[in-house]
């Protein structure tokens, strides 16, 4: 069957002789090469990626910058809890963020840090890119340095936009004001680590939180126009599939702007790794992750941008799930089956 291929707006419309029309969706990028899904009409999901949508954006494929603010967070200082969040590593789940004396000096790190990911068909003065601050709560602490700091990043030109990733319980008026500004000036996006709906599940690793300081956090970003983008963890301790499929239903009312799924790390060092050795619980498969992930696609508005489908925990520190560990492997197989699913 000869197949006709017409691409607008990051989708493609794929028509063959047949009668039958299909929907073309971008999966994921995996290792450089690009895997597309046909999706039949009405089969119940379509699929939009941060890729996708920054290229319709911006009108480029852009890159993430792992950077820091040297932030702590509330949950380990005292202020709302010691030790964090229990999955939390030492670095504040910022791994792979580079570290400098200043926003300058970091940025340039983590440019060199990607550049081989990079074609080398792309100018080095044509390449865009995306501050994500990572590690720890990005709005906690003294807010005139932090607006300060996503100041300067945000005023590069090759710096397309901000990703802060925080706690929504770290927000004064002061910090929203300041993030309003530059907001006008790129787009700021904000990352809020909810991880579950579920109320136990919350207090049985110490998030620190309740879900009506999310919700009231979420409604007055909403407010001023900020895209909001909320981390779920899949298999945490305790939840079944009902317990995360809830989340998701409650995320796709919500209908968020963006989304990043992703399984329980168990890291050496954390709280986590010592329940887990003290008392041992059940860890997801790479097919289990993979069929709840896939569902939870199905519950979320089309409008949802998925910025991850997966995640990778430090190499050297892992424990569990050891499957993680291969992204390739994991990234092909959760297209694999996508396709199976959908065609």
Not at 147 to 168: C, K, M
Not at 289 to 311: A, D, F, Q
Request: aromatic residues 10%.
């Amino acid at each position: 069957m000869r197949l006709h291929t017409y691409r607008s707006l990051g989708q493609a419309y794929v028509h063959s002789y047949a009668p039958t029309v299909y929907k073309c969706i971008v999966i994921n990028y995996c290792y450089y090469r690009l895997l597309t899904v046909c999706v039949r009409e009405g089969s119940g999901i379509m699929i939009k990626t941060i890729s996708d949508y920054c290229k319709e954006k911006f009108g480029t494929k852009v890159y993430r910058l792992a950077l820091t603010t040297g932030a702590t967070c509330p949950n380990r200082d005292g202020k709302v809890g010691v030790g964090g969040c229990s999955f939390c590593s030492e670095k504040g789940s910022g791994e792979f963020a580079v570290s400098a004396n200043d926003i300058k000096e970091q940025i340039e790190k983590a440019k060199n840090l990607i550049s081989a990911k990079i074609p080398g068909s792309i100018k080095e003065s044509d390449r865009k890119y995306i501050a994500y601050f990572q590690s720890f709560s990005n709005t906690y602490g003294d807010t005139k340095r932090l607006i300060s700091l996503f100041e300067q990043a945000i005023q590069r030109d090759e710096i397309v936009a901000l990703s802060i990733a925080t706690r929504p319980d770290c927000f004064s008026e002061e910090m929203l004001d300041g993030l309003e500004c530059l907001n006008q000036l790129k787009p700021v996006w904000i990352e809020l680590g909810l991880q579950t709906i579920n109320e136990n599940t919350a207090k049985a690793f110490n998030r620190g939180y309740t879900l009506d300081v999310f919700e009231k956090t979420y409604d007055e970003l909403k407010k001023r126009n900020f895209e909001v983008i909320v981390h779920m963890i899949l298999g945490l301790p305790g939840e079944s599939k009902e317990n995360m499929y809830a989340t998701a239903n409650y995320l796709a009312k919500k209908k968020i702007d963006g989304i990043k799924i992703h399984g329980l790390h168990i890291l050496r060092g954390t709280r986590l790794a010592k329940e887990y050795k003290d008392h041992p619980f059940k860890i997801m498969s790479l097919e289990e992750y993979t069929e709840v992930l896939i569902n939870c696609l199905k519950i979320l508005p089309e409008s949802t941008i998925i910025h991850r489908m997966t995640g990778d925990g430090d190499k050297k520190l892992l424990i569990e799930p050891m499957w993680s560990a291969d992204k390739k492997r994991v990234l092909n197989y959760i297209n694999k089956r996508i396709r199976e699913e959908f065609l």
